[in-house]
């Protein structure tokens, strides 16, 4: 899995040179961000303590999807509860890979 955090309004993940898998559903997040909701993607390491003061935290996995990240070290992140911007990207997300989205058809191969 990859995560990203959305931290004054950038969407932040760590570069593949920080040891991470080369995702196809990170790459494809990234994408979604920057053209259908305009959202800055900056791919550089993540602090831990980033991680206690960031607005939205998710995980993204080709099993998995788009999964909200509501805690950590039980303490929230963020409102504790999934963010929108998160809720916008998984369902938009869900609908490129369900085909429901023209523009990103060629994303799929029919089987």
Not at 22 to 38: D, H, Q, W, Y
Not at 58 to 75: L, S
Not at 85 to 108: A, F, M, S
Request: proline share 5%; net charge negative.
């Amino acid at each position: 899995m990859n995560i990203f955090m959305l931290r004054d309004g950038i969407l932040v993940t760590p570069p593949i040179t920080d040891n991470i898998l080369e995702g196809i559903t990170r790459k494809s997040i990234m994408e979604l961000a920057r053209n259908e909701l305009g959202v800055p993607v900056m791919e550089r390491s993540i602090d831990r303590t980033e991680v206690f003061i960031c607005e939205e935290m998710f995980m993204t996995g080709t099993a998995a999807g788009v999964t909200a990240v509501t805690k950590v070290d039980h303490r929230p992140v963020g409102a504790g509860v999934m963010g929108p911007i998160t809720t916008q990207l998984r369902t938009l997300y869900e609908d490129v890979l369900r085909g429901k989205n023209g523009k990103y058809e060629h994303w799929n191969v029919a089987v």
